[in-house]
C-alpha cells in the first residue's frame, strides 16, 4: 500500500517543462521574450497560466489582447484536456521542453471552448467527475458529499494540494467489497488519427465469472489494434500519465491509481514512431 | 502467483514514473526557476533603466522607495496576520480537544444509561410478566369466589325453605298435641266426676249403715275427708307444742356446698334437701335424728326447689341446668325430665291431680308439663323471672321479680288477678285450707294475703329479720297459727299469726344466710338449710 500512496503522489506532482512563446505575428511593444514553466500533468492550462498572461501582457499593447489560447504545431490546443493528456497526445515523442504558442487575437471559435473565469474551469472540472462517479457509484457517492467536500475537491487541484485533494477522493476511490470493484470503469480513450475526440464505453473491471480485466482486456474490447500480435512489432503506443503499462495491469488498480484528479483514466493510443 | 504479477506490472509503473519525472521534470526544474528569477530580475532593471531614461529618476526612485516601504509594510502585516492566524489555529485545536474529551465522556455516558436501561427494562418486562401472573391468580380467585358466592345463596335458598318447613311441621305437631290435650282433659274431668258420683255414692251408702265407733283410727282413702280433719286437730296441737318449746334436735352437714331447698314429705318420715351439689338427699327422722337415706342424682347443675308429689311416690326437683326431674321415692330412680325451658328453674310443683306440673323459670315463662306425654303443654309468658309458683285446683299463683304475685287460672291460661308487693317476692307459701297465701319479699316483710278478699291480713317483721336472697322460703305451720322464715343473719324466725308478733328467735347453730325453712306435716319439726351446707332439725323437746 505504500507504494500505491508513492505512485498517486507521482501522478499527482507530475511536471512538463513548457515554453511559451508569444505568436510573431502579435504586435508587440517590446520583445517578448519566451516564459519558462513547469507545467502539473493534472491541471488544466487556463488554470495554471496567469503568470503566462501576466508576462505577456506587459508586452502587448493592452488594446489588442482578448481571450488568450495557445497551440502547439497549428493544433489549438484544448484547454479542458488535462495538460498531461495534450502533452501526450501531440508532444510525447518531441525534445523537451514543450513549446506551446501564445495567441491573445483570432480566437478560434469553432476549435475551442471560452474560458472567461476560473469558475467554467470549476465547472468541467466537477462536471468530469460526477461523470465518473455515475459510472463508478452510480453517483452515490458524490451525492452523498456536501458542497463543501466539493469544493475542497476543486481547492485541492487549484492550489495544488495533494492531501487537501485526496482526503476527499479517497471516498471516491472507494467501492463496496462485496462488488469487488466499481460498476463500470470511466476511461476514455483519445487517438491522434481520427475524428471522433474519444472514445468512452461502459466497461466492467471484472467479467460475469469473477475474472479481473486487465488493460489488454479493455483494449481488445475498445481498440484491439493497438494490441500487437505475437510475431508482429509493435504498432501503438498505449500510453497514460506519460507511461507504458504493462497489458496485464488491472483495470481496477489502474482507475484507482492512475485516474486524473477528474476520475478518468486518459488513456493515448500513438502510432509508434518511426525515426 | 497473483502477487507476484501484481507485483511485476506495479513494479514496472513506478519505474516507468520515475524514468518520466526524471526525464521531463527533474532535468528542467532547476533551469526553469533560475529562468524565471532572471526575468524577474530583468524585468525589475528593464523598469528602473526606464525609469532613468525618462529623468524622473528621483521620483521614480522615490516611488520605489515607497512601494519597497509599502511592500515592507505588507509583508510585516501579513506576518503579523500569520501570527494571529497561528494563534487561532492552536486556540481552534485546544477547543477541538476539549470538545473530543467533552465528546468522550458523553459517550461513557450515554453507555451507561444504555445499560441502565437495558436493565430497566429487563426488570420491566419481569414485572410485567409478573403482573400478569397475578392478574390472572385474580381472575381466577374472583371466578372462585363468583362460584362460590352462586353456592352460598343457593344453600341459603334451602336453609330457608328447610327452616320454614320446619316450623310449619312443629307448628303442626304443637296442634295435634294441643287437641290431644284437650282429649286428655275432656277424659280426665269425665274421670273426676265419675270418681265424684262414686263418692258420693259411697258415702250415701255409708250414710245408711251405722258405723260401731273404733277407737283405733283406721286410715283408709275413703275416710280422707275425716282424717283430713283429725289430722289438722293432731297438727294443731303439735305445732303450738313446738312452737313453744321448741329446741335444736339436731344439726349436720348436709351437702357439699349450699343447701338450697328443703321439703318433708307428706307423710312425715322423709324429708328432702336439694343443693348446689346437684343432689337431692333424702333422710328419715329417726328419734329426732336425721338419718340419712339416699341421694338422687341425675341433675346436671344445682337444685333449686323440690316437692313430692300429695302420696308421697314421686319426688319433683326444679334445677339450674333448665329441666325439672321426677324420681321414685322409694327406689330413687330418676322417672322423667323436663326440658324446654330456656333458663334456669326456679320453681316447680305438681298440680292438684299430681298428672300435671307448673315451673317457673328465670327464662319468665311458665311452663304446664303433661306427665303421662311428658311434654309441654302449654307456655305462658309471664314478663318476669319467677321465683316461686302455689297451686289451688283452678288457680296457679307465682312470685315474681317484679314484685307481682300473678294468679293465672289453669283452663283459660290468662292472669286473673296481680298483686303488687313492695319488694320482690321470693317464696309462697299456701295455709292448708288454701284460704291464704304467706308471701315474702325482699323487702324483709312478710305478708298474709287472703285470697278471697284480696287483701293482705297481717304483715310481720322483726328488726333482725333480713332476706337473704332471691330465693329464700318461708313456710306455714300445719295448723297456720305460726309463720316460720330464716334470716340472712342465720337466725330462724317464728311469727305468732294471731297477735303478729314474733314468737321465737333460734339465731344459734347456723353460721350462713338461711335459704329455706320447712316444717312437717305433723308439726313436731322444722327444718332449716343454710348456704353454708348446713341443715339443722328442730324439735319440741
Redesign the interface.
Known amino acids: 500500500m505504500a507504494?500505491d500512496k508513492?505512485?498517486l503522489r507521482?501522478?499527482w506532482?507530475?511536471?512538463?517543462?513548457t515554453c511559451f512563446a508569444l505568436y510573431q505575428d502579435e504586435v508587440t511593444e517590446k520583445e517578448a521574450?519566451p516564459?519558462?514553466?513547469?507545467l502539473p500533468r493534472v491541471s488544466y492550462l487556463t488554470l495554471v497560466t496567469d503568470k503566462v498572461k501576466k508576462?505577456f501582457l506587459?508586452a502587448v499593447k493592452p488594446e489588442d489582447v482578448e481571450e488568450m489560447w495557445f497551440e502547439y504545431e497549428g493544433t489549438p490546443l484544448k484547454w479542458h484536456y488535462p495538460i498531461g493528456v495534450l502533452f501526450d497526445l501531440h508532444a510525447l515523442n518531441t525534445a523537451?521542453?514543450w513549446s506551446i504558442t501564445v495567441h491573445f487575437k483570432n480566437f478560434p471559435e469553432r476549435d475551442l471552448l471560452h474560458c472567461l473565469s476560473n469558475s467554467v474551469i470549476e465547472a468541467h472540472f466537477m462536471s468530469c467527475i460526477k461523470e465518473a462517479d455515475a459510472l463508478k457509484h452510480k453517483s452515490q457517492v458524490i451525492n452523498d458529499m456536501q458542497k463543501k467536500d466539493h469544493k475542497q475537491l476543486w481547492m485541492g487541484l487549484q492550489n495544488d494540494k495533494f492531501d487537501q485533494f485526496w482526503a476527499m477522493n479517497r471516498k471516491l476511490m472507494e467501492y463496496p467489497t462485496e462488488e469487488g470493484g466499481f460498476r463500470y470503469i470511466p476511461f476514455r480513450i483519445y487517438q491522434t488519427m481520427s475524428d471522433r475526440p474519444f472514445i468512452q464505453k461502459l466497461f466492467r473491471p471484472a467479467s460475469p465469472e469473477g475474472h479481473t480485466h486487465t488493460l489488454g482486456d479493455l483494449l481488445k474490447e475498445m481498440y484491439p489494434a493497438a494490441i500487437a500480435h505475437d510475431g508482429d512489432a509493435k504498432k501503438y503506443q498505449v500510453l497514460i500519465?506519460?507511461?507504458?503499462?504493462?497489458l496485464?495491469?488491472?483495470l481496477q488498480?489502474l482507475s484507482e491509481h492512475?485516474s486524473h484528479p477528474d476520475n478518468f483514466l486518459h488513456v493515448c493510443i500513438l502510432p509508434v514512431p518511426t525515426d | 502467483m497473483a502477487d507476484r504479477?501484481?507485483d511485476?506490472?506495479?513494479r514496472?509503473?513506478?519505474e516507468?514514473?520515475?524514468?518520466?519525472?526524471r526525464?521531463?521534470?527533474q532535468?528542467?526544474?532547476e533551469?526553469?526557476s533560475q529562468?524565471?528569477r532572471l526575468?524577474e530580475k530583468s524585468?525589475m532593471q528593464a523598469v528602473l533603466s526606464d525609469a532613468a531614461d525618462g529623468g524622473m529618476r528621483g521620483d521614480i526612485q522615490q516611488e520605489m522607495s515607497q512601494m519597497r516601504i509599502k511592500h515592507q509594510e505588507e509583508l510585516t502585516e501579513l506576518h503579523k496576520k500569520r501570527g494571529e492566524l497561528a494563534q487561532n489555529v492552536i486556540e481552534l485545536n485546544n477547543q477541538i480537544q476539549l470538545k473530543d474529551k467533552e465528546i468522550q465522556r458523553n459517550e461513557a455516558k450515554i453507555s451507561e444509561y444504555q445499560t441502565q436501561i437495558a436493565t430497566l427494562e429487563g426488570d420491566c418486562r419481569k414485572l410485567n410478566t409478573f403482573l400478569q401472573d397475578l392478574e390472572r391468580a385474580n381472575q381466577m380467585l374472583k371466578d372462585e369466589y363468583d362460584a362460590l358466592q352462586i353456592t352460598f345463596s343457593a344453600l341459603e335458598e334451602k336453609l330457608r325453605r328447610t327452616t320454614e318447613d320446619n316450623q310449619e311441621l312443629v307448628s303442626r305437631w304443637m296442634a295435634e298435641k294441643a287437641q290431644e290435650a284437650n282429649r286428655l282433659n275432656a277424659e280426665n274431668e269425665k274421670d273426676c266426676r265419675r270418681r265424684q258420683a262414686k263418692l258420693q255414692k259411697e258415702l250415701a251408702d255409708a250414710a245408711k249403715e251405722p258405723l260401731p265407733l273404733d277407737p283405733r283410727v283406721q286410715i283408709s282413702p275413703q275416710n280422707g275427708t275425716n282424717m283430713n280433719l283429725f289430722v289438722y286437730f293432731m297438727m294443731r296441737g303439735r305445732s303450738e307444742c313446738w312452737a313453744k318449746r321448741c329446741g335444736l334436735s339436731c344439726f349436720q352437714e348436709a351437702h357439699d356446698g349450699e343447701v338450697n331447698a328443703v321439703r318433708f314429705s307428706p307423710g312425715s318420715r322423709l324429708l328432702a334437701t336439694g343443693g348446689m351439689d346437684r343432689r337431692v338427699k333424702l333422710w328419715e327422722v329417726v328419734s329426732g335424728h336425721c338419718e340419712p337415706k339416699g341421694a338422687l342424682t341425675g341433675s346436671n347443675a344445682g337444685i333449686t326447689s323440690i316437692e313430692f308429689d300429695s302420696a308421697g311416690s314421686y319426688l319433683l326437683a326444679a334445677s339450674n341446668d333448665f329441666a325439672s326431674r321426677i324420681w321414685t321415692v322409694d327406689d330413687f330412680r330418676l322417672r322423667h325430665t323436663l326440658t324446654g325451658h330456656s333458663g334456669k328453674v326456679l320453681a316447680a310443683r305438681f298440680l292438684l291431680d299430681n298428672t300435671r306440673i307448673v315451673s317457673g323459670s328465670y327464662d319468665r315463662t311458665l311452663k304446664l308439663w303433661d306427665l303421662r306425654s311428658k311434654v309441654c303443654m302449654k307456655t305462658v309468658f309471664a314478663g318476669s323471672s319467677c321465683n316461686d309458683i302455689v297451686c289451688t285446683e283452678q288457680c296457679v299463683m307465682s312470685g315474681h321479680f317484679d314484685k307481682k304475685v300473678r294468679f293465672w287460672d289453669i283452663r283459660a291460661e290468662s292472669i286473673v288477678r296481680e298483686l303488687e308487693l313492695q319488694g320482690r317476692v321470693t317464696s309462697l307459701d299456701l295455709s292448708q285450707e288454701r284460704t291464704e297465701l304467706l308471701t315474702c319479699s325482699r323487702d324483709d316483710l312478710l305478708k298474709i294475703i287472703d285470697l278471697r278478699t284480696n287483701t293482705v291480713r297481717h304483715t310481720f317483721s322483726a328488726p333482725g329479720f333480713k332476706c337473704g336472697a332471691d330465693w329464700t322460703r318461708v313456710c306455714f305451720s300445719p295448723d297456720s297459727n305460726y309463720v316460720v322464715g330464716g334470716s340472712a343473719d342465720g337466725g330462724v324466725y317464728v311469727w305468732n299469726v294471731l297477735t303478729g308478733k314474733l314468737e321465737r328467735l333460734l339465731d344459734k347453730h347456723h353460721s350462713s344466710a338461711i335459704n329455706a325453712v320447712s316444717w312437717s306435716p305433723s308439726g313436731a319439726f322444722v327444718l332449716s338449710v343454710e348456704k353454708g351446707s348446713k341443715a339443722v332439725l328442730w324439735s319440741d323437746l
Open positions: 507504494d508513492d505512485v507521482d501522478v506532482f507530475g511536471r512538463i517543462p521574450e516564459f519558462y514553466l513547469l508576462h506587459k523537451l521542453p500519465q506519460g507511461i507504458e503499462p504493462l496485464e495491469t488491472p488498480w492512475l | 504479477r501484481g511485476t506490472w506495479k514496472h509503473i513506478s516507468q514514473l520515475r524514468m518520466r519525472d526525464v521531463q521534470r532535468a528542467f526544474e533551469i526553469i529562468y524565471n526575468l524585468d
